[in-house]
């Protein structure tokens, strides 16, 4: 652009990009580099995050709400800031499934990282261009040190992967570049990001052989500019940068171009006024600006309003001071163009600080407040992390409330106000406060806030009387025959515990029903659920059927047998039918917000083709209950066509009898009572009356509002 210029904070003369530094958590020695990406985020592989947290380098789930430490060399000095993951693309083996150690080349591997900084805190990103042949590209090590440069020259493309050979002399790639830029000086760009590096041959020993010309000698692969675009561009990454630039021009007949210059015309009329707010917007915005005298021309201010994402946020932010209703003319032409974002850069850096601050057991219940909060309108998946929640929930338009004429309230401030009753006092009071500036800022009634405040503290009424169920979490996997592993979590309500030490042991049916007995008697009485936390038994689709409800710990000269089933509700959660089908995790919300007044479908038929069921289920987004009553060839494939589609409880009979005791009695049991309700029938089929209780219940029930860990149902070694 002209009078709006991008920042640079680094020598004119400087021929290399500013390599950040990744820190680790637990010594604060360099786990990687990274690339500075935009005003707020820095990008890396997502194995230097893996390694910077402690965790296995190959871990494919996104640390969540876990902090690290970013270092970027500023204008004066190297300052450090804290980070979390905003957008996580997960190392992945060619075929799709999880990387080996020992593996030496592998997919994915990227992480954008969302810096914790005010404004002002970056450089300029450094330009990028495609990586090709023949390039010869330099790299750093993540300690950012002028010394440390690798000279390397890509030698081959391989789709996804460029090979780097490193010259003779000077330094080689090794640990601690991964994650950092690779620097074309020719074409002053970055073409990529270092990857991994290839290291000589070792015994059997692990100590390195004798030099041999025949050894692969100092290479190394990095990530092309052109895959990191691929994977970064469906996440919406990169979108805010490409139109400044590709320098693409606004279309001036688009109907919000010519309302905003006449917005802006009379807010603004004289030259002073104009150059005079162009300068507080570009202060605001972290840009540069032009003439100190000169305003720039207002087509070319209306066109910053039109490229920059929060520039029209943050010039309502200069204008409602002093000038209401030309504020409230800019806000509505604002809203006929996509771009303009909800919140101002200040407004979105005060929410990320004051997030910092929350309990993380209340953050973790926040897709639970965009559920509740967010009724009236299309709500993303909770899936990722906190930063692309909050990135979506700007996008969202305001509820149904308002009269015609008044702006309603964002989603985003719903949101807020749920979470902020979850709060103590003071934590409660600052995110009412950034609430009500904002709401002030777009000119909402504040009528209309005091409604929703109002709603979010019934919700919490609502939560207080109703408190979460205890419940013990255990990951079930076969590790031979009659064989099992585990391993076990605790929630209490505040989040999910593991408690589970060795989880390459397997236990016979038995031991395993003694470990978790062992587990159970340790959590603390509960009056609100008499005592009994829920069992929940996570499993692979395969597994949907193993009786663990009939283990029994049978220790010897106990007085009592010990069954699982009997003593304690039951439940089986098959996590990986959701993981694998995640366009219906919307539906599955849904379907269990409705748990109470949903409906239940009843499935007897057992020549139906269970093809059918998904698509009568497609037609049925108010059922949250299904019964199956067929025989168990097709009702199996019935039961995973429910859960895969998001049905939250599914009932039927592990036995082979039909039509089945079991779902006949359960059609009298509330939804929401099903789980003691199974537990009833469970310790009635095995006393005196087992002749009236004949069946064998299966409950598989999935809780939206509650966690799961996230699970490798293959390889129950890993960790949590």
């Not at 604060?28 to 402690?54: M, P, Q, S």
């Not at 494919?60 to 450090?80: C, I």
């Not at 570009?282 to 720039?296: H, I, K, R, T, Y």
């Not at 106000?417 to 709060?423: D, I, Q, R, S």
Request: aromatic share 6%; charged share 25%; glycine share 8%.
């Amino acid at each position: 652009m002209g009078w709006f210029k991008q920042i640079g904070t680094g020598p004119a003369d400087e021929a290399r990009p500013r390599v950040a530094t990744v820190r680790r958590t637990a010594d604060g020695k360099t786990a990687g580099a990274a690339v500075v990406l935009g005003v707020d985020t820095v990008l890396t592989c997502a194995h230097v995050v893996n390694d910077a947290l402690g965790r296995s380098m190959f871990e494919p789930r996104p640390p969540r709400l876990d902090e690290l430490f970013v270092e970027v060399k500023g204008a004066r000095k190297t300052e450090q800031y804290p980070a979390r993951v905003a957008h996580w693309i997960e190392p992945r083996a060619r075929d799709g499934g999880a990387v080996r150690d020992g593996d030496g080349e592998w997919h994915g591997d990227l992480a954008v990282l969302r810096i914790d900084a005010p404004p002002g805190w970056a450089p300029a990103p450094d330009r990028r261009t495609a990586m090709v042949p023949g390039q010869k590209v330099r790299a750093w090590h993540g300690s950012g040190h002028s010394a440390t440069f690798a000279d390397l020259r890509v030698a081959a493309l391989d789709g996804p992967i460029g090979y780097l050979d490193g010259e003779g002399t000077g330094m080689a790639v090794g640990p601690g570049y991964s994650g950092g830029p690779l620097w074309s000086e020719q074409d002053g760009a970055v073409v990529g990001l270092v990857a991994a590096h290839f290291m000589p041959p070792c015994d059997a020993g692990g100590v390195p052989l004798p030099h041999s010309p025949q050894h692969l000698i100092r290479r190394s692969w990095g990530i092309p500019w052109q895959r990191i675009e691929a994977e970064l561009r469906p996440l919406g990454v990169l979108l805010g940068e490409d139109a400044e630039e590709t320098g693409e021009d606004i279309d001036r007949d688009e109907p919000a171009f010519g309302m905003l210059v006449n917005a802006v015309s009379n807010a603004l009329p004289s030259p002073y006024s104009l150059g005079d707010t162009a300068r507080q917007l570009a202060l605001a915005c972290d840009v540069g600006q032009g003439s100190p005298v000169s305003p720039p021309p207002i087509e070319e201010f209306v066109t910053f309003l039109l490229r920059h994402p929060r520039a029209l946020a943050a010039l309502s932010e200069i204008l409602r001071p002093r000038n209401t209703a030309d504020t409230d003319r800019l806000l509505v032409a604002g809203r006929l163009s996509p771009t303009p974002l909800l919140l101002s850069p200040r407004e979105r850096h005060r929410l990320h600080q004051l997030l910092r601050k929350v309990d993380r057991s209340v953050l973790e219940r926040i897709p639970e407040a965009v559920r509740e909060a967010a009724k009236r309108v299309t709500v993303p998946a909770d899936r990722g992390t906190l930063d692309v929640l909050l990135d979506k929930l700007e996008e969202l338009s305001g509820d149904g409330y308002s009269d015609d004429g008044e702006v309603r309230v964002p989603a985003l401030l719903r949101v807020v106000e749920y979470v902020a009753v979850l709060c103590p006092p003071p934590r409660q009071a600052e995110l009412r406060l950034w609430s009500d500036g904002v709401r002030v800022r777009l000119g909402i009634p504040e009528a209309a806030m005091r409604e929703r405040r109002s709603d979010a503290q019934d919700w919490a009424r609502m939560l207080r009387g109703r408190a979460p169920r205890k419940r013990v979490l255990v990951q079930v996997a076969r590790a031979g025959r009659d064989r099992h592993r585990l391993r076990i979590w605790c929630d209490e309500g505040t989040g999910l515990r593991q408690v589970s030490a060795d989880s390459s042991a397997s236990y016979a049916a038995s031991q395993a029903a003694r470990e978790l007995l062992r587990v159970l008697e340790a959590l603390t009485p509960s009056a609100e659920d008499g005592g009994r936390p829920l069992v929940e038994v996570l499993v692979d689709r395969a597994d949907l059927n193993l009786p663990v409800d009939e283990w029994a710990a049978q220790v010897p000269g106990e007085v009592v047998p010990g069954v699982l089933g009997v003593e304690f509700p039951l439940v089986v959660h098959c996590p990986e039918l959701l993981r694998r089908h995640e366009r219906f995790l919307p539906d599955w919300r849904e379907r269990w917000r409705q748990l109470d007044s949903g409906e239940t479908l009843v499935v007897s038929d057992p020549t139906q083709d269970p093809h059918q069921i998904y698509y009568e289920l497609m037609g049925r987004l108010d059922t949250v209950r299904v019964s199956v009553d067929v025989p168990p060839g097709p009702r199996d494939a019935i039961v995973q066509i429910c859960l895969a589609v998001g049905i939250p409880v599914v009932v039927w009979d592990r036995g082979r009898d039909t039509p089945s005791h079991v779902t006949k009695h359960m059609a009298d049991v509330a939804t929401r009572e099903l789980p003691d309700g199974v537990r009833i029938y469970r310790a009635n089929a095995r006393g005196t009356r087992a002749p009236e209780f004949p069946g064998r219940p299966v409950l598989a029930w999935a809780d939206a509002d509650r966690t799961v860990p996230r699970l490798h149902l293959s390889e129950p070694q890993e960790s949590a």
